[in-house]
């Protein structure tokens, strides 16, 4: 079993509509957790950060984290061509030195 | 803020030869930087952690007589590729964690493509 796991995708939504991304991990010791964006070609942004059990809000993107479910999600509101992407999930253990473990990614589409 | 930035953004170089890949966070310090490479479409693999002043902690697998680290100063991590092969090639990225941050966020320089010819 993958540490972090995502589904590669592709994810394909209406422009408008709300996508959602998943990630589930497998160390549950892992106490925080980050969503990268990254567009093809370039290197991942940092758009996302959670730690506490719940949900973070930002603009459009609300992170959602279950501990207890080991479980972390990105809903992304009112969905625009320019947030299509692929979408990193990673999951970071603070007794490893703070090292960022990946999921494979969700390649997200957004259609005009 | 958190801008990392690196250089160069995009080496050809012919096979045997070295090349150097720096990565500095230009408005904070930071006393750790990671190493990633990717392949197309695939995700980031970790190569190593640089610690300033101490050596790296390379991720198993990975050689490190042939990816060598150095982090001299709080703002600088260098990795150079030593005599490097066509397989070497990849999409290189470093990434920085701001020093005495609460938050273990890291921020990613804009990658570095490296193709060995």
């Known amino acids: 079993q993958k540490e972090v796991e995502q589904n590669s995708g592709p994810l394909s939504v209406p422009e408008g509509a709300i996508a959602s991304l998943n990630c589930t991990y497998s160390?549950?010791?892992?106490?925080?957790f980050f969503w990268y964006r990254q567009y093809s070609g370039k290197s991942p942004e940092l758009i996302m950060s959670?730690?506490?059990?719940g949900d973070k809000e930002d603009g459009r993107f609300t992170a959602q984290l279950n501990k207890a479910s080991q479980y972390v999600s990105l809903l992304i509101r009112d969905s625009q061509p320019s947030d299509s992407a692929t979408y990193l999930c990673?999951?970071?253990?603070?007794?490893?030195?703070?090292?960022?473990?990946f999921g494979q990614g969700t390649e997200l589409s957004v259609k005009p | 803020g958190a801008v990392v930035s690196q250089h160069p953004s995009r080496v050809i170089c012919k096979s045997g030869t070295s090349v150097k890949i720096e990565c500095r966070s230009l408005?904070?310090?930071?006393?750790?930087m990671f190493w990633y490479r990717q392949f197309p479409k695939k995700s980031l693999m970790l190569m190593a952690t640089?610690?300033?002043?101490?050596?790296?902690?390379?991720e198993q697998g990975v050689e490190k007589d042939k990816f060598l680290i150095n982090h001299a100063s709080l703002t600088l991590s260098t990795l150079t590729v030593t005599s490097a092969h066509p397989e070497d090639s990849s999409f290189y990225i470093c990434?920085?964690?701001?020093?005495?941050?609460?938050?273990?966020?890291?921020?990613f320089g804009p990658g570095t493509r490296l193709t060995v010819t």
């Open positions: 408005d904070f310090q930071a006393t750790t």
């Open positions: 160390d549950r010791v892992s106490q925080s």
């Open positions: 640089s610690n300033e002043g101490s050596k790296a902690t390379y």
């Open positions: 990434s920085a964690r701001p020093t005495g941050h609460n938050s273990y966020e890291q921020y």
């Open positions: 959670i730690y506490s059990n």
């Open positions: 990673a999951a970071q253990n603070y007794n490893q030195g703070g090292k960022l473990i």
